[in-house]
Antibody, heavy 117, light 114 residues
Framework: QVQLVESGGGVVQPGRSLRLSCAAS????????IHWVRQAPRKGLEWVAV????????YYADSVKGRFTISRDNSKNTLFLQMNSLSTEDTAVYYC??????????WGQGTLVTVSS | DIVMTQSPDSLAVSLGERATINCKSS????????????LAWYQQKAGQPPKLLIY???TRESGVPDRFSGSGSGTDFTLTISSLQAEDVAVYYC??????????FGQGTKLEIK
């Protein structure tokens, strides 16, 4: 069955970095564009970034542009999100989500990132 | 950016009754060349990730009960649950994918049992 499993979340101080991973299984990873979407505590959903099936195209929300980098390793069926210069406003559950097409047909369980001093 | 506005913010409905959630986009999400509305609905239960319910505004995802239906076109959309069940308690989000940079979601509607 389709699985997306995020990892790498935790507590980090403002200004520091963190790298999230999303391990995919149960489908042909290289066929799909994948997104990161986040949800601040008790808040709604915010799209963060997207990467095309082959990694050639990447786009970001304005709120993270220049600080976050999305990437993928298709040989390992894994998506990444490198997050630099973190601020308290980045505190959220981060989900990876599969695009099929345009809408998001499957989401991982999420990983919590807490930015706090 | 396309702004998605849902109403109401919260809703309490009795079991077996109809629940209606509205979603309005700041510009049309109807693509004239294929006559498709680029709008999806998601359900998020407490402690769980979002789950796709409806796409193209009215197409039910596989496995979604037929008490869930989507309607509307252009800028105004509705998610209807025809007969509310206890397991439908959740927050519901609409999302547009017409203008994908950025993808945008509504603020969510919390559905509870009256």
């Amino acid at each position: 069955q389709v699985q997306l499993v995020e990892s790498g979340g935790g507590v980090v101080q403002p200004g520091r970095s963190l790298r999230l991973s999303c391990a995919a299984s149960g489908f042909i990873f290289t066929d799909y564009t994948i997104h990161w979407v986040r949800q601040a505590p008790r808040k709604g959903l915010e799209w963060v970034a997207v990467i095309s099936y082959d990694g050639s195209n990447k786009y970001y929300a304005d709120s993270v542009k220049g600080r976050f980098t999305i990437s993928r390793d298709n040989s390992k069926n894994t998506l990444f999100l490198q997050m630099n210069s973190l601020s308290t406003e980045d505190t959220a559950v981060y989900y990876c989500a599969r695009e099929s097409p345009y809408y998001f047909d499957f989401w991982g369980q999420g990983t919590l990132v807490t930015v706090s001093s | 950016d396309i702004v998605m506005t849902q109403s109401p913010d919260s809703l309490a409905v009795s079991l077996g009754e109809r629940a209606t959630i509205n979603c309005k986009s700041s510009q049309s999400v109807l693509y004239s060349s294929n006559n498709k509305n680029y709008l999806a609905w998601y359900q998020q239960k407490a402690g769980q990730p979002p789950k796709l319910l409806i796409y193209w505004a009215s197409t039910r995802e596989s496995g979604v009960p037929d008490r869930f239906s989507g309607s509307g076109s252009g800028t105004d959309f509705t998610l209807t649950i025809s007969s509310l069940q206890a397991e439908d308690v959740a927050v519901y989000y609409c999302q547009q994918y017409y203008d994908t940079l950025p993808y945008t979601f509504g603020q969510g509607t919390k559905l509870e049992i009256k």
